[in-house]
């Protein structure tokens, strides 16, 4: 099983980035996906969760009307897109595919900084 995040970089406040999650190793519409984050000196947290056919989703608080996070079953893909970026969104995103025990990727860091 592998999970590989892309799509991070510097983005000044107000912006918007949009993080890939590539999944191999399993039948990936098969199971539920999730997006974490972990920023220097905290813990990592829950962003936003997908269900298999995405008929659930859920989020953070912290990121509700901000974040989207969707897939592409045919592509093995999650995404998360997200607007209006703050300062506190900085942190190491990382994937989490909900098969077995479960499968994190290396994870994308995001800065979010003027």
């Known amino acids: 099983v592998q999970v590989v995040e892309s799509g991070g970089g510097l983005v000044q406040p107000g912006g918007s980035l949009r993080l890939s999650c590539v999944a191999s190793?399993?039948?990936?519409?098969?199971?539920?996906m999730r997006w974490y984050r972990q920023a220097p000196g905290k813990e990592r947290e829950l962003v936003a969760g997908i269900s298999s056919a995405s008929r659930s989703i859920n989020y953070a608080d912290s990121v509700k009307g901000r974040f989207t996070i969707s897939r592409d079953n045919g592509k093995s893909t999650v995404y998360l897109q997200m607007n209006s970026l703050k300062p506190e969104d900085t942190a190491v995103y990382y994937c989490?595919?909900?098969?077995?025990?479960?499968?994190w990727g290396k994870g994308t860091q995001v800065i979010v900084s003027s």
């Open positions: 190793g399993f039948t990936f519409s098969r199971y539920g």
């Open positions: 989490y595919a909900l098969y077995q025990s479960g499968s």
